[in-house]
């Protein structure tokens, strides 16, 4: 299996070097040069497998065993999820008869993203430490410096993928003071060697937080963009644009089917009904991760984009139309555009100017959704023409013109065979801040009580507008992708009247007890400066003298 650019051009990588590399030169996501289709006998060989056999069999379908052999890939997989506290890793709940809920936080972190990010990270020391054992003594080994700019969720998951792994050392900005306490705490007490937590100081208020952590970004995004020092670091992207990041969460779609065919009534088939997933998106990774599954054969009747009022994709969904600010409601499409940042963002790119509104739901607030680029190409090659191979040229082609249209102009109006060809797989649905609350508070107070948290309750409420369409035998599978306890602000609004509820009981894990007062190890920049913060790269990874204190200021 070999991955080419979502832009074209005529390189192939493997999946070694796909992962390690990230974005494509020209700028394009890396897909694999085909979807594989499940083994025959899946349904019945799969059926009874743990999620980390699961893990092996669809992973060995895109890698190749010359790179990974199956030995190898298993101690892989398993030394990923060991840190789960699930036995299941992602289990499947059922809330009523016709909706379940994926629970994938029962991670370090409490969020989807570590399923990914401790896959990633222990790849990226696998390959570096086979990579290093072939050198010649006294050879330089290759290393890698993965630098990202967060405001809570992406930033833990990235660190505690990467802790103590060899050869790897991790650098995450963030807004001094400006990050919940329990996300700052979940960052800074990791004191690995290899972690560095920069807080970015400066003076702002709570409508400036954002902006703060846009030039954070903005300074990743210089450093990837500074060849000298890129190449003398060799820079590491851990976002969602990580084609080992979908990978990883293709697995959980499948064990979610089986769970679901566990939990039927006695007496029935799962072929008798439709199985629906229903994904809180925001940069569109987790939800193409289902395509990728859907794809391949797992019988999915539809898969749902549950977006906030920062509405891109329902709005591509309903009008074709793929454009940062809704230009129906009269806004200027290009006025304070934010582009998602190579290697950093981790969701949130709303700033006073850019159009973005911060929601209660803060991980879906974006304006471009980065993984929608590999689903435009899909629809693309739909609509091309001529042999494979002319099609996957046309489809980089027009993929590279949509993208150069979003860039300079803010939007872009697909053709209506590609809306057509999006609708076939995909539905899409807006939910506000204030259904968001209404949910939370529904769902505790519902047949079986569930505390949701409010990228979760999206994912409820748009279930249930969307299961009104639904055919009678359709079973929805809602996506749980944070612990409660990870907003406590907005579970709290929305409980705080609710007879019997105490957040310190019904939500708050042990994990989180005493967290705030565990040891910190932060490195204070005193403005957000690109020359400040390479300043703490090279002092830290560098060949100079000395070693950064545990906490300090530059």
Known sequence: MKYFSTRGGSERLSFEETVLTGLAPNGGLYIPEYIPTLPENWRSEWKNYSFVDLSVAVLSLYISKDEISEPELRQLVEKSYKTFRHPDVTPVKKLDDKTFVLE?????????KDVALQLLGNLFEFFLLRRNAAKAAGAELEKLTVVGATSGDT????IYGLRGKANVSIFILHPKGRVSPIQEAQMTTVTDANVHNVAVKGTFDDCQVRMILETAMDIVKSLFADREFNSTHRLAAVNSINWARILAQTVYYFLAYFQLQSQLPAGTNIDDFGVEFVVPTGNFGDVLAGYYAKRMGLPVFKLVVATNENDILARFWKSGSY???????GHDSSSGATAPVDGSSDGKQGTVTSGVKETLSPAMDIMVSSNFERLLWYLAFENASGSQEAKEVEAG???????????????????VNVLLFARKDFAAERISD????????????GPVSYIADPHTAVGLAAARVVAKQNPENVRQIVLSTAHPAKFSEAVSRALKDQAGFDFDRDVLPQEFRGLLEKEKRVIDVERPDVDLVKAVIESTVGHQAGKLASSGSV
């Open 434 to 445: 204030e259904q968001t609350l209404a949910t939370i508070q529904s769902f505790f107070n």
């Open 104 to 112: 994938l936080f029962h991670g370090p972190t409490f969020a989807f």
């Open 155 to 158: 930033g833990s998951a990235a």
């Open 397 to 415: 082609k027009l993929l590279s013109s949509w993208m150069s249209s979003l860039k300079e102009d803010g939007r872009v109006k697909l053709p």
């Open 323 to 329: 454009e940062k600010v809704d230009s129906s409601a």
